[in-house]
Nanobody
Framework: QVQLVESGGGLVQAGGSLRLSCAAS????????MGWYRQAPGKQRELVAS???????NYADSVKGRFTISRDGAKNTVTLQMNSLKPEDTAVYYC???????????????WGQGTQVTVSS
């Protein structure tokens, strides 16, 4: 079994900051890219930011300059620091990890349970 456990999120005023963390655990052989997605009501899930095992990052245009993604390879964790939050950032945020499980040869995507981020104007 593989688990992604998220923490952080909550309610913040526009212009404020929040920090999301996600820890991957279980029968993990190799962990590749990790990232954060979000889904607002009535909208499709979208990529917010991702980071490879080598540390290369990718951001949605809407969050560039405001959000920073980082990871700790030793702890299998990924963190999203969100600054200058806007009401349009309101969504459920999901942690994602692409990894190979023990005794498996094929990488698969795993998801956290989601954490609510609400930004009030």
């Amino acid at each position: 079994q593989v688990q992604l456990v998220e923490s952080g999120g909550g309610l913040v005023q526009a212009g404020g900051s929040l920090r999301l963390s996600c820890a991957a655990s279980g029968s993990i052989f190799r962990l590749y890219a990790m990232g954060w997605y979000r889904q607002a009501p009535g909208k499709q899930r979208e990529l917010v930011a991702s980071i490879t095992s080598g540390g290369s990052t990718n951001y949605a245009d809407s969050v560039k300059g405001r959000f920073t993604i980082s990871r700790d390879g030793a702890k299998n964790t990924v963190t999203l620091q969100m600054n200058s939050l806007k009401p349009e950032d309101t969504a459920v945020y999901y942690c994602n990890a692409n990894l190979i499980r023990l005794w498996s040869a094929v990488p698969s995507d795993y998801w956290g349970q989601g954490t609510q981020v609400t930004v009030s104007s």
